[in-house]
């Protein structure tokens, strides 16, 4: 193939309408078809990275091999397509004009007046067309994200309308929109959509394939009005129906010919069918488990779901490798404590203990901790769920009393998680934790080696304080043993407690890497354990 094809992803009407699902869907059937493909988030917001923002505010924090902090959305292209994004993939507002101001700094524009257009839109036109220069990718798949009329995305649009007409039949435009149900007219209205596309057209932007997001099935009549008012073919309006899981909407597509639309207008060969067999088995055990199994998900910030997005589709995809329906329970961590615990524990086959950071809701995570070691429930701690884990077994265990992480409480004194050496002048606070890919030895006969079938893993990080090795040999005296060890910094990436029918910590983040084509080994062996209580 001669020329990387590009292909724009907008939102009109409202947020939330799921430009990602859709994106990562189109991506997957491509990718069915033979095609290389990748998919990148533009993010309108002025913060350099999510890494800085409080998980109320966009949900969870993604995580990439290269150690970037991303939108959640790549989470989901990373399970639909199975092959990692990078640095690359994600791109704000901030990062943008952060270039922009460092290249005037030096007199790179040779003192030119800095604007909007050119300056801003040929940085951002220079980062989306960055992957293409690889030569890796068939087709790259560019996510705006906001939605067409946001004072933030303007200028965006400017440059997919500006590579639209250096590209020509190189670049294409999907348009997602909404269609309203009125029930009190018993109607589906289009006339949100005619006015998302005339704003998009107002700024110079006329899509080529319009996706319209609804709750009941859209008749010709509405597809042939639609295309009518937007200037699309009847057959380039497509339907997307709500559907119970998102992992059906590649499916969806598939059946409303979406990937044949594009590529047809792309003019790119059709290839093979979409080869989606693993795909659809997943699906078919997905909606037919044989077993149920109920998972405690302590956490601060289980009011949003999104603040645990690869946590809750990563214990999904495990649930399908165990055949099991998987109901995960959201627990709060500020209530608890003592009394209550057993209420809410006691009919959990598994607890998990969630990543975070702070003092709030810290005590709660311990005594979730203590009711699993105790009763014996699987147990499976990340991040911070894993220091807590250490924390609760040097008070209760040990008997060091107020145990705690530097992070919690600068002077405790036993301080069995500690800032991590490197961190120790770290002021700033975007990006400087320790992030990304690090290698781990595995401790042979451990439940972590089991799971991975193998002794060398990596695995992704994203943290500032470690276990501190001073205490180790306590710990393992007591019956808590460090079986993952970063082999060249002696940093404990996994805690065990043998005599337990399953207890595992881990300081990285194994939600990142699981897949629905590969369901992450630590995750699978939780669920696997939970099903066995
Ligand atoms: N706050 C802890 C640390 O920085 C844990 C971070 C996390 O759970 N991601 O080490």
């Known amino acids: 193939m001669n020329s990387t094809k590009y292909i724009f992803v907008t939102g009109g009407v409202t947020s939330s309408l799921g430009k990602g699902i859709i994106s990562a869907s189109l991506a ?17 917001y ?114 997919v309308r500006q590579l639209k007409w250096e590209l020509g039949q190189d670049a294409l435009v999907i348009h997602l929109t909404l269609v309203p149900f009125l029930a009190a007219a018993g109607e589906l209205k289009t006339k949100p959509t005619q006015h998302s596309v005339k704003m998009m057209l107002e700024n110079g932007v006329q899509p080529d394939v319009l996706v319209l997001r609804t709750e009941h099935p859209l008749s010709d009549e509405i597809r042939k009005k639609v295309a009518l008012f ?31 639309t594009v590529l047809e207008k792309l003019n ?23 077993y149920e199994v109920n998972i405690a998900l302590v956490g601060k910030y289980v009011e949003l779901h999104d603040a645990y997005k690869s946590i809750s589709e ?10 099991a329906k998987v109901n995960i329970h959201w627990i709060h961590s500020e209530p608890l404590n003592d009394k209550n615990i ?32 105790e009763n014996n429930i699987p147990f499976l701690g990340i991040c911070l769920g894993m220091q807590c884990a250490v924390i609760e077994f040097a008070r209760n265990v040990l008997n060091l009393e107020g145990a705690h992480s530097t992070e919690m409480s600068r002077r ?20 400087t934790m320790r992030l990304g890919s690090y290698p781990c030895r595995l401790r ?40 993952g060890v970063n082999p060249n910094t002696s940093l404990i990436e996994i805690v065990e407690i043998p005599s337990h029918k399953w207890f595992v910590g881990v300081q990285f983040h194994p939600e990142y890497k699981s897949t629905v084509l590969n369901p992450h080994p630590i995750f699978v062996e939780f669920i696997n354990a939970s099903l066995k209580k």
């Open 46 to 159: 002025i913060n350099v990275d999510p890494g800085t923002l409080n998980p109320y505010e966009h949900g969870e924090c993604f995580v990439t091999d290269d150690g970037a902090e991303t939108d959640l959305d790549l989470g989901h292209y990373e399970r639909f397509l199975n092959v990692p994004t990078s640095q690359a993939n994600n791109v704000t507002t901030g990062r943008i004009y952060q270039s922009v101001i460092n290249k005037e700094r030096k007199g790179d524009y040779l003192g030119k007046t800095v604007q909007i257009i050119p300056h801003i839109t040929d940085e951002i036109k220079r980062r989306m067309k960055l992957l293409g220069k690889t030569g890796e990718f068939d087709v790259i798949i560019t996510e705006i994200g906001g939605t067409i009329g946001d004072i933030e995305s303007l200028p965006y649009i400017e440059t």
């Open 444 to 483: 042979e006969g451990s439940n972590a080696s089991k799971a991975y079938k193998s002794l060398d893993i990596k695995e992704r990080h994203r943290h500032r304080y470690e276990f501190n090795n001073k205490f180790l040999k306590d710990f393992e005296n007591a019956g808590m043993i460090g079986t």
């Open 342 to 373: 057993e209420e809410k524990l006691k009919n959990m086959n598994g607890v998990l203990v969630a990543p975070g950071f702070g003092h709030r809701g810290i005590e709660g995570k311990l005594t979730a901790v203590k009711y699993a070691r």
């Open 268 to 290: 790119l060969p059709l290839k093979n069918k979409p080869e989606l067999s693993a795909w659809k088995k997943f699906l078919s055990t997905l909606k037919n488990p044989k």
């Open 314 to 323: 990563s214990l999904l995809h495990a649930g399908v490798a165990n055949k």
């Open 412 to 431: 405790t004194p036993f301080p069995v998680i500690d800032l991590m050496e490197e961190q120790k002048d770290v002021l700033d606070m975007g990006g």
């Open 28 to 44: 997957k059937l491509l990718q069915a078809r033979g095609y290389n493909v990748t998919i990148q988030k533009f993010d309108p």
């Open 230 to 260: 937007c200037n699309v073919k009847p057959t380039s309006v497509i339907e997307s129906i709500d559907v119970p899981t998102i992992y059906d909407v590649p499916i969806k597509m598939c059946e409303e010919k979406l990937d044949e």
